[in-house]
């Protein structure tokens, strides 16, 4: 989320275009692991995720995936105060990730590619000055992007995640990872269904949120929400891993 906030087109065009997007592979891979994966990922993110969110992983023994849009460190917006360099700094202490969200947060599949190109770069260093490793890891603001945006997505990526719910196992786009909402009506009955079924499968679940509390904006999850998810994932057998680390585990 932005300062205020903003939502995608959704005309028949758009949508139309959304979904050919969606669906063309940039950077094909066939993914397997040995045991099922989970990622938790926050996006924007809000100082919140980095206090509780953060806490809510390390009591599991787990780390998340923070993907920062530096434009949006230390101000207020729909999800909260944004964070702040100290936060960078001790998410990467704890062995947190932390991601490429661009700095401006727009909507990539309406900025032309260049512009993006650059924001991206501009992410990259304010993240690098706030003590960060340069980010691996890259989410496309509100799941938005392009065919274009896809191809020609800095080598320095090894992923790049959308917002369509899905596993990711078998025939994958490296460029637009499958992603479940941990928040709105029903989105925490249906990751738990998805870790059932990923279970089975050996496969990798990704989930996003923005703020996390025990009264969360319309993006953001509850403590207890997030704290039952990770109980059921290790009841499971699953491993839950930053995005990066999730990838290198991968046997294919």
């Known amino acids: 989320m932005t300062a205020a906030a903003y939502a995608p087109r959704r005309d028949l065009v758009s949508k139309v275009r959304r979904r050919l997007t969606q669906h063309y592979a940039a950077r094909p891979a066939t993914l397997s692991f040995a045991q099922p994966v989970l990622s938790i990922t926050f996006d924007d993110f809000p100082a919140s995720a980095a206090d509780a969110g953060a806490r809510v992983l390390e009591r599991h023994g787990a780390c998340g995936t923070y993907y920062a849009a530096s434009g949006m460190a230390g101000v207020e917006g729909p999800c909260g105060m944004g964070y702040t360099a100290g936060d960078i700094a001790r998410l990467v202490q704890a062995g947190h990730e932390i991601g490429c969200h661009t700095s401006s947060h727009a909507d990539c599949a309406r900025q032309d590619i260049f512009s993006t190109l650059e924001d991206l770069a501009r992410n ?48 994958t786009d490296l460029t ?72 290198e585990r991968r046997l294919a």
């Open 176 to 247: 637009q990872l499958h992603a479940y909402p941990l928040f709105g009506a029903g989105a925490m009955r249906r990751v738990a269904a998805a870790l059932k079924s990923a279970a089975r499968r050996k496969a990798w679940v990704i989930g996003f949120t923005h703020d996390v509390s025990d009264t969360p904006s319309a993006w953001g999850t509850r403590s207890d929400d997030l704290d039952v998810l990770l109980h059921q994932a290790h009841q499971l057998g699953f491993v839950i891993l930053p995005v990066t680390a999730a990838l």
């Open 124 to 171: 990259r260093d304010a993240l690098i000055g706030m003590g960060a490793p340069s980010p691996r890891a890259h989410a496309f603001p509100y799941g938005e992007t392009s065919g274009e945006l896809k191809n020609n997505l800095p080598p320095r990526f090894m992923s790049a995640r959308g917002i369509l719910p899905g596993l990711n196992v078998g025939r």
